[in-house]
């Protein structure tokens, strides 16, 4: 068990929709990164947080969107849903300022766009 | 592009013999790597790392390799497990940017024979 939770573990829904992941970083890791591994591909990186306040961009479409609260919970919001969206996201922490920046993933959630 | 490159989506190997997992990566910013495995359903797994300023990082049965001319690096299992049938994710990131996201390849598929 890496410490992350992440809620809900499957999500089905229908084109068009908009949907909510929430995860839950490591006890005092400060920093939440989401990724979207998607059929036959590595995970990409999608958005960075760190203590309330985005840090880095990757590949996230317009449509998608996160926060970090203030408990340190972040939410990753997807919305007009296309089939293609369909994958595993996953969530992961660290703590700020490591040298070795080791982070630690949660267990994903499965979305499915039909 | 693809900065990180597992080029073999699989490997088997027979039980006590060593397991060798290769990872190119292009962009020279990169200076710390990481390996994580990853069983079905379930997320990444942090195993093991190292930093540019080293060539080798040992750790039990797991040794990591780092050929920084080449843009290389292996991780060695010895001697491999049926226990160590996984997924195994090399990762690499640029510290100097700031954020610490990690750049995934695709993946190899271990498969430990008994």
């Known amino acids: 068990d890496s410490g992350v939770t992440q809620t809900p573990k499957h999500l089905i829904t229908a084109t068009g929709q908009r949907v909510t992941l929430r995860c839950s970083p490591r006890?005092?890791?400060?920093?939440v990164y989401w990724y979207q591994q998607s059929l036959d591909q590595g995970l990409q990186f999608l958005i960075q947080?760190?203590?309330?306040?985005?840090?880095a961009k990757g590949n996230i479409l317009e449509r998608f969107s996160a926060q970090q609260f203030p408990d340190l919970h972040s939410e990753l919001n997807l919305s007009s849903l296309e089939l293609g969206d369909s994958a595993l996201y996953f969530c992961a922490s660290s703590v700020a300022g490591s040298t070795y920046n080791e982070q630690f993933f949660g267990p994903g959630t499965r979305l499915t766009v039909l | 592009d693809q900065q990180v490159k597992q080029n073999s989506p699989s490997l088997s190997v027979q039980e006590g013999r060593i397991s060798i997992l290769n990872c190119d990566y292009t962009?020279?910013?990169?200076?710390?790597f990481l390996w994580y495995k990853k069983y079905p359903a379930e997320g990444p797994t942090f195993l093991i790392s190292?930093?540019?300023?080293?060539d080798k990082n040992e750790d039990g049965r797991f040794t990591v390799f780092l050929n920084k001319s080449a843009k290389h690096l292996s991780l060695h299992i010895v001697p491999s497990q049926p226990g160590d049938s996984a997924v195994y994710f090399c990762a690499a990131s640029n510290s100097g940017a700031g954020s610490y996201q990690l750049t995934f390849g695709k993946g190899t598929k271990l498969s430990v024979i008994p």
């Open positions: 947080y760190y203590n309330g306040e985005e840090r």
């Open positions: 006890s005092g890791d400060l920093s």
């Open positions: 962009n020279s910013m990169f200076d710390y």
């Open positions: 190292i930093s540019s300023i080293k």
